[in-house]
């Protein structure tokens, strides 16, 4: 009793800060540790990205954006200006081959020119581009060796996760990806994809763990089978960013698995 009415006649000042109260005191005022993270990546460099950027940036996360340098300011494809300005609200560029190719096709020198080049390009715009996505999902041994090569630091397939098309698959990557070159996903988002689906690889990551890479192509309405209606994504985004409640997070891929850049070998 009498300790405790000196404690009420304490000044303010004397309040103990939170720092050096009870670890159990301070925790519990922390949201629950991240277990899961979800990755959006949007490959292909597709003019209605910019609008996706800033779409993300109103939920407040980030995502990362695969381009062919080859093809930026072509038709339907971003513009230098626009992909610096995704690249200005904190979004990841990354790497994802000159000009669009089936890298299990082609020789080894063919598949370096196609990584290394458009890599280098990348860097000469003012990038650091420290991960790269397969065109297609298409990968072998050789063109993971290439990836390593050019200075990536890990790259992303297309496939290999929990999905409708394959119920056995594991539901999420470790957060140390076994083969850091080939990360493995749900398949792309597409046209008919529904939102509960998208929802559903979440919570299929959720009750294990870990890191979930959604795979998306263009940002529009009706326009292709590999697309996503705006109205759709910023639906889920809605939704994926309440998850915080349970522990989930958005990361870039990059910062998903502390990918860092390292110069282009040669450069
Ligand atoms: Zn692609």
Not at 27 to 47: C, I, M, Q
Not at 56 to 77: Q, S
Not at 207 to 232: A, E, I, W
Request: with cysteine; glycine share 10%.
């Amino acid at each position: 009793m009498k300790i405790a009415r000196w404690a009420a006649v304490l000044p303010a000042a004397l309040v103990v800060p939170a720092f050096l109260q009870p670890v159990s005191l301070a925790e519990s005022a922390r949201p629950p540790k991240a277990r899961t993270v979800v990755s959006l990546t949007f490959d292909d460099g597709d003019v209605t990205h910019l609008a996706t950027a800033r779409m993300l940036e109103k939920r407040g996360v980030r995502g990362t954006f695969y381009v062919n340098t080859d093809t930026i300011g072509r038709d339907l494809k971003l513009n230098r200006e626009q992909l610096a300005a995704i690249a200005k609200g904190g979004h990841e560029i990354g790497g994802h081959t000159l000009t669009h190719v089936r890298l299990t096709e082609l020789t080894r020198s063919q598949q370096r020119e196609q990584i290394c080049d458009d890599r280098r390009t990348l860097v000469a715009w003012g990038y650091r581009p420290a991960t790269l996505a397969y065109p297609f999902g298409s990968v072998d041994a050789d063109a993971e060796a290439v990836a390593r090569q050019c200075g990536y630091d890990a790259a992303r397939g297309v496939g290999g996760l929990k999905e409708w098309g394959c119920p056995t698959c594991p539901g999420a990557e470790k957060p140390r990806p076994a083969d850091r070159y080939d990360i493995r996903t749900p398949g792309s988002v597409r046209e008919d994809t529904l939102l509960r689906q998208m929802r559903q690889q979440v919570l299929n990551a959720e009750k294990t763990g870990g890191l979930v890479t959604m795979v998306f192509h263009r940002v529009c309405d009706g326009c292709g089978v590999y697309s996503v209606s705006p109205r759709t994504l910023d639906g889920f985004l809605g939704w994926l960013v309440s998850r915080k409640a349970h522990g989930t997070v958005v990361k870039t891929l990059q910062d998903a698995v502390g990918a860092r850049y390292r110069p282009v070998p040669g450069q």
